[in-house]
């Protein structure tokens, strides 16, 4: 399975972005995904994540009421739309996934698939 991760740039606090993220190579209706992101000199962290099948999602508290996971099965992609963006949501951002869906959601370890990373600064 390949992660394509798109999307990133730079934007103004209060600015939007939507990345998304196709995967290819084989997937099925199970293929759980989601997001995680690091900033310089910091771990990878959750943001969000998003259930195959009745694709229930997570997300993270820094990020919950401004970002949004949503996925499009007909083009085996999901989309990260990102709102209401301030300087601490500045990073790089990471597609993964995985067949099925771990309770742990939020550990970077439970993920078997990753994207190359796209980067999101927010900056005036």
């Known amino acids: 399975v390949q992660l394509q991760a798109s999307g990133g740039g730079l934007v103004q606090p209060g600015g939007s972005l939507r990345l998304s993220c196709a995967a290819s190579g084989g997937t099925s209706r199970y293929f759980s995904m989601g997001w995680f992101r690091q900033a310089p000199g910091k771990e990878r962290e959750f943001v969000a994540a998003?259930?195959?099948?009745?694709?229930?999602?997570r997300y993270a508290d820094a990020v919950k009421g401004r970002f949004t996971i949503s996925r499009d099965n007909a083009k085996n992609t999901v989309y990260l739309q990102m709102n209401s963006l301030k300087p601490d949501d500045t990073a790089v951002y990471y597609c993964?996934?995985?067949?099925?869906?771990?309770?742990?959601?939020?550990?970077?370890?439970?993920?078997?698939?990753w994207g190359q990373g796209t980067k999101v600064t927010v900056s005036s």
């Open positions: 998003i259930r195959g099948g009745d694709r229930n999602t």
């Open positions: 993964t996934g995985r067949e099925g869906w771990n309770v742990q959601y939020y550990r970077h370890s439970n993920y078997d698939y």
